[in-house]
Nanobody, 124 residues
Framework: QVQLLESGGGLVQAGGSLRLSCAAS????????MAWFRQAPGKEREFVAG????????DYADSVKGRFTISRDNAVNTVYLQMNSLKPEDTAIYYC?????????????????WGQGTQVTVSS
């Protein structure tokens, strides 16, 4: 059983930056594809970014491409999401998730483990 714990959320002004972290425990972290999803009030959970087990491959939603960067450090069992040039529409709860597979997915149903989420609020 894998446990995921997100941190780093908060309130920031538009144009600012935040760095989310997700610490994993209870499994072999390097064997999991990791991803970040987000859910805004009244909206469905959506894919934000994903990284494969070796960090050699990444994937981003069009809405965040060029502004967000996903990375992972298998030595400390942690995945990160660096968010720059934040916009009010980035406001959401951000969830870290893990999938034991060779490849990532943009479908939330394909992920096995989820963190409890961290709130990101971007003011205009």
């Amino acid at each position: 059983q894998v446990q995921l714990l997100e941190s780093g959320g908060g309130l920031v002004q538009a144009g600012g930056s935040l760095r989310l972290s997700c610490a994993a425990s209870g499994g072999i972290f390097s064997t999991y594809v990791m991803a970040w999803f987000r859910q805004a009030p009244g909206k469905e959970r959506e894919f934000v970014a994903g990284v494969d087990w070796s960090a050699g491959g990444t994937d981003y939603a069009d809405s965040v491409k060029g502004r967000f960067t996903i990375s992972r450090d298998n030595a400390v069992n942690t995945v990160y999401l660096q968010m720059n040039s934040l916009k009010p529409e980035d406001t959401a709860i951000y969830y870290c998730t893990a999938r034991r597979a060779l490849y990532g997915s943009r479908d939330a149903h394909n992920y096995d483990y989820w963190g409890q989420g961290t709130q990101v609020t971007v003011s205009s």
